[in-house]
Nanobody
Framework: QVQLVESGGGLVQAGGSLRLSCAAS????SSWFRQAPGKEREFVAA????????YYADSVKGRFTISRDNANYTVYLQMNSLRPEDTAVYYC??????????????????WGQGTQVTVSS
């Protein structure tokens, strides 16, 4: 059983930055998803256990960076140049093995509680 604990959300003005953290209790393939009110949960970014490979949604490419510190079992999402449309609840997700379907939320077995990110215009 893997437990995920997120932190780092908040309110920021457009153009600002935030960093989200996800503390995991095991070795995982990890991702971030987000869900805005009235919308489906969508993929944001993913990272392999080694950290050597990352994946991004087109909407965040060049603005967000996913990384990990395996010594502390923590995955980060650095979000720069934030836009009002980035406003959502952000969820950390994990699974024990790599998947090519990393953008499909149904492929993940473990989820964090979510953290709110609000970007004001």
């Amino acid at each position: 059983q893997v437990q995920l604990v997120e932190s780092g959300g908040g309110l920021v003005q457009a153009g600002g930055s935030l960093r989200l953290s996800c503390a995991a209790s095991g070795r995982t393939f990890s991702s971030w998803f987000r869900q805005a009110p009235g919308k489906e949960r969508e993929f944001v970014a993913a990272i392999t256990w080694s950290g050597s490979t990352t994946y991004y949604a087109d909407s965040v490419k060049g603005r967000f960076t996913i990384s990990r510190d395996n010594a502390n079992y923590t995955v980060y999402l650095q979000m720069n140049s934030l836009r009002p449309e980035d406003t959502a609840v952000y969820y950390c997700a994990a699974r024990l093995a790599y998947t090519t379907y990393f953008s499909d939320s149904r492929r993940y077995d473990y989820w964090g509680q979510g953290t709110q990110v609000t970007v004001s215009s």
